[in-house]
């Protein structure tokens, strides 16, 4: 049996991303008072960049987890997982909170999690901080 060549990745070859999200009124404005009531949401936004972009695979994982300051246990709303799309890098979604938290002041977390394309957890991930927000009746 011979032995041959492998072409490999060139030096360089970089995977990187940023996410941001922001809560939103009825009206698509940041707030950080919300009525439990109305259409608020959470607009999420992420994107990846560099060389490697077109050569993964895999699904997203969007989630919530809004924590209430005092008593009560913190609320997960999870979304359906995102299938990557390599020709773009680029991924947005809605998270709908209307009538998902009773009135309380909560900490909000987006996280983003990766599954390879394979079904295995991957290392990519992301997570952004939103603060606190006040839900009203």
Do not use: H
């Not at 049996?1 to 996410?19: E, K, R, V, Y």
């Not at 979604?93 to 999690?113: F, K, R, S």
């Amino acid at each position: 049996m011979a032995a041959g060549d492998f072409q490999s990745f060139p030096a360089g070859f970089t995977l990187d991303g940023a996410i941001e999200a922001t809560v939103v009124d009825p009206g698509g404005n940041p707030t950080d008072i919300v009525r439990r009531g109305d259409a608020w949401k959470i607009d999420a936004k992420w994107r990846l960049t560099g060389a490697l972009v077109e050569m993964i695979c895999g699904t997203w994982q969007l989630r919530v987890v809004a924590d209430p300051l005092g008593p009560g246990s913190p609320v997960v709303v999870a979304r359906p997982d995102v299938p990557l799309t390599p020709a773009t890098g680029t991924y947005g979604d809605l998270i709908d909170l209307q009538n998902q938290l009773t009135p309380a002041t909560y900490q909000l977390i987006v996280e983003l999690g990766y599954t390879t394309g394979a079904g295995n957890p991957g290392t990519l991930a992301g997570l952004v901080k939103l603060g606190e927000i006040k839900v009203t009746p």
